[in-house]
Antibody
């Protein structure tokens, strides 16, 4: 059974930093692209960042480029999102997500339960 | 960036109704379109991939169609579990973009 478990969410002051982690299990982690998708309260889904299986290709939404860094540790089957210079508008539930099939780029088949990040201004 | 526009934003319907949600892309995305269902407080759930591919375990009352820039999600006979918010997503190119969502409410 595929499981994605996020951790590291919490309350942080504007301008601060936070690191989200996602522990993956139930599949061959290094063969799948992984992503972070966020959702502010009462709002829609916003794609944040994606990383290919071997970390060769990394993509960011313009809204987080230069502030957030996605990375992965295939030996630990873990995905990370380092978030710096946080702003109030970054407040959201952050979902760790796995691609539909290995070697592909989208869509998202598996989602974590979400980690709440609250940025206090 | 490719913009995805869903309509309507809210839809009121009854159990047994046929429901159609439309998603328009600002440029061609070929067939790289997915639909998700999200229940309140839960993560989204993939329903349809590549315009019309039904994800395993998804009831056959859900179907997708379209090409290029215009796509539809149809629920042939609305069931109680289907009252939720639906999102389209293009994965033709980065940045991936989602529609703003369509909330299907009980009439």
């Amino acid at each position: 059974e595929v499981q994605l478990v996020e951790s590291g969410g919490g309350l942080v002051n504007s301008g601060g930093s936070l690191r989200l982690s996602c522990a993956a299990s139930g599949f061959t982690f290094n063969t799948y692209s992984m992503s972070w998708v966020r959702q502010a309260a009462g709002k829609g889904l916003e794609w944040v960042s994606s990383i290919t299986g071997s970390s060769t290709y990394i993509y960011y939404a313009e809204s987080v480029k230069g502030r957030f860094t996605i990375s992965r540790d295939n030996a630990k089957s873990s995905l990370y999102l380092q978030m710096n210079s946080l702003r109030a508008e970054d407040t959201a539930v952050y979902y760790c997500a796995r691609d539909f099939r290995g070697g592909s780029s989208g869509p998202i088949l598996y989602w974590g339960q979400g980690a709440l990040v609250t940025v206090s201004s | 960036d490719i913009q995805m526009t869903q309509s309507p934003s809210t839809l009121s319907a009854s159990v047994g109704d046929r429901v159609t949600i439309t998603c328009r892309a600002s440029q061609s995305i070929s067939s790289w379109l997915a639909w998700y269902q999200q229940q309140p407080g839960k993560a989204p759930n993939l329903l349809i991939y590549k315009v019309s591919g039904l994800e395993s375990g998804v009831p056959s009352r859900f179907s997708g169609s379209g090409s290029g820039t215009e796509f539809t999600l149809t629920i042939s006979s609305l069931q109680p579990d289907d009252f939720a918010t639906y999102y389209c997503q293009q994965y033709n190119s980065y940045p991936w973009t989602f529609g703003q969502g369509t909330k299907v409410e009980i009439k």
